[in-house]
């Protein structure tokens, strides 16, 4: 089985913000297959504490929104990574990334977490870095980090950045239906990169 787990805050003063990024290419997955996000309750077979929401996808696969806000997104993982057995290598999370220009994707099959506090919280609840991810590029951060990833994008930015989270659902769609990370990179960022 393999899990995407997106990045995001729950709560309607976070939809739209930078920091979301992750949520609405799951968000975008999940209407491209008309799927519904349930709350974990209804996951059958799990007993975990941590609150998220799921969609399960036609090839088998979980999509995870992790509902225990950013910093603390690495027990949701922990917990599905557990109770279904699944090794770090069929998880990658979609997170956003002010060390990236706006719009920007980038797919790596490991990696430190750099300053992002829920990546980090998942490498430490895994104990592992071996975990693919596709990052998506929010602009840079200025001197506030913190205010800017929790900031919604400007209207100018409104519709490139729905061209990039359009862009990372395909390439998700890709992994989950083709399993082969490799071929996704080499094909998506050969495309990405057309426009650099």
């Known amino acids: 089985m393999k899990l995407v787990v997106g990045l995001g805050n729950p709560g309607a003063e976070y ?17 491209q297959g008309k799927l519904l996000f349930a709350p974990a ?13 799921f969609a399960r996808h036609a090839s088998g696969a979980l999509l995870v929104k992790p509902l225990t806000y ?23 999370v979609v997170s956003d990334d002010f ?10 099959p490991h990696g430190g977490p750099g300053t992002h506090n829920g990546m980090r919280s998942i490498v430490e609840s895994l104990a592992s870095d071996r975990f693919p991810r596709l990052r998506v590029g929010i602009g840079r951060a200025g001197t506030d980090a913190a205010r800017h990833v929790l900031e919604r994008f400007a209207d100018s930015e409104r519709e490139g950045i729905a061209i990039s989270v359009a862009q990372a659902a395909e390439a998700l769609e890709a992994w989950l239906r083709e399993g082969d990370l490799s071929g996704v990179m080499t094909r998506f960022h050969s495309r990405w990169n057309q426009g650099s």
């Open 99 to 108: 060390d990236l220009p706006l719009g920007a994707l980038r797919i790596r």
């Open 15 to 31: 939809a739209g913000t930078r920091h979301n990024v992750g949520f609405d290419v799951l968000d975008r997955l999940a209407s």
């Open 70 to 92: 950013m910093n603390r997104s690495g027990s949701v993982v922990a917990e599905l990574v557990s109770r279904f057995a699944v090794s770090p290598e069929e998880v990658l």
């Open 41 to 53: 309750r209804k996951l059958e077979g799990h007993a975990g504490s941590a609150p998220f929401e």
